[in-house]
């Protein structure tokens, strides 16, 4: 059995303690949200935070509001199966309601959050293995060693972006607030995610993610696929999705971003600009769902081959527009 290490858990009475707190033990504290995606790592000794500042318990980040125009505010703190039931996001923002559905497992969806989910920690085949594992085989980049043991010549780490609503929340051109000792920042979502596996996250150790500000989708649709080894319960092997506004079946705006092929969501602007006028038939889907996976760098450390996953990114781009396209657009009253 896998043991936690030992570590000091704080329960913040607020958000601003909860911030001093950080603040306080430097780089020696974590945020815990639900904690299904830090506790394991934990276990595993791939992070040994000695401090834990607990979040989730704060009703200041558990709301989950829509405004009559469709726009969404989700509470960091939000777990995955309240969003779920959110009518309102499901009617209005239904690519996001889409990818939270498919984050791991019921289980984990009524602990694990909202904001949790988008900055769970990177993932390679490497760095996820046992400790022992990796003692026996030296340490990579990402736990404080030399070289990357999945590209040794390489000075970067790999690790994948693995979060199931982050490409969808790039899609949907979302604003993250972030809240810190020198008090809050709104961020657009694209740039919380850096490209490095080993620091993916444009947040200093001392601020957290409060909550998520999907726009008003004003006429456009969404969508979220997720390519996975098993659909009961995995992370994502790619995943794509599309914001797209349409008048009579002529594309008026497009994005395509897709998560899991790089150590952040990417997004494809200039590929998906090209559509903008067109027709979105049939040939325009399998030519920009070609397009896509041409583009596509899907690396070779995580599961399943990743010249397959290339190919079937073309795949879940076809099926994210036909879905995208199909989907009716929710009235605004
Ligand atoms: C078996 C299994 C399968 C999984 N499958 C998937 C999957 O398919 N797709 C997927 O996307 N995820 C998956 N996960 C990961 C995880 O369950 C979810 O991503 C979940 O939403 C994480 O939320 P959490 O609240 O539990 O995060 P936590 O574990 O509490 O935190 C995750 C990370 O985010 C940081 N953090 C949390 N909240 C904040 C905040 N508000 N501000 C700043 N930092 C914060 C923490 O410090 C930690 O580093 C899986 C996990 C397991 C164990």
Known sequence: MLRLPRFSYLRPASLAEAVAMLADHGGQARVIAGGTDLLPKMKRRQLQPAVLVGIGHLDALRHLETTASGAVEIGASATLTSVLKDSGLARHQPGYAQAAGVVSTPALRNTGTAGG???????????????????????????????????????????????????????????????????????????????????????????????????????????????????????????????????????????????????????????????????????????????????????????????????????IVAQAFRQAATSQAAAVP
């Open 117 to 315: 989910n988008l900055c769970i920690d990177t993932r390679c085949n490497y760095y996820d293995m046992s400790e022992e594992w990796r003692i026996a085989s030296g340490s990579c980049l990402k736990t404080g060693g030399e070289q990357c043991q999945m590209a040794s010549s390489s000075p970067r780490c790999w690790a994948i972006s693995s979060s199931d609503t982050a490409p969808i929340a790039v899609a949907l051109g979302a604003t993250a607030v972030v809240v810190g000792p020198e008090g809050e920042r709104d961020v657009p979502i694209a740039s919380l995610f850096r490209d490095d596996g080993n620091a993916h996250l444009a947040l200093g150790p001392d601020e957290i993610l409060t909550r998520l500000r999907l726009p008003a989708p004003d006429g456009s649709r969404s969508s979220y696929v997720k390519l996975r080894r098993r659909s009961s319960m995995d992370f994502p092997l790619a995943g794509a999705a599309v914001a797209l506004k349409m008048d009579r079946g002529v594309v008026e705006g497009c994005r395509l971003v897709l998560g899991a092929v790089a150590s952040q969501p990417v997004e494809l602007g200039d590929l998906v600009h090209g559509l903008v006028g067109q027709r979105l038939d049939e040939e325009a889907i399998e030519e920009v769902a070609n397009a896509a996976s041409r583009l596509a760098k899907p690396l070779d450390n995580a599961d399943l081959s990743y010249v397959w996953r290339k190919r079937m990114v073309k795949e």
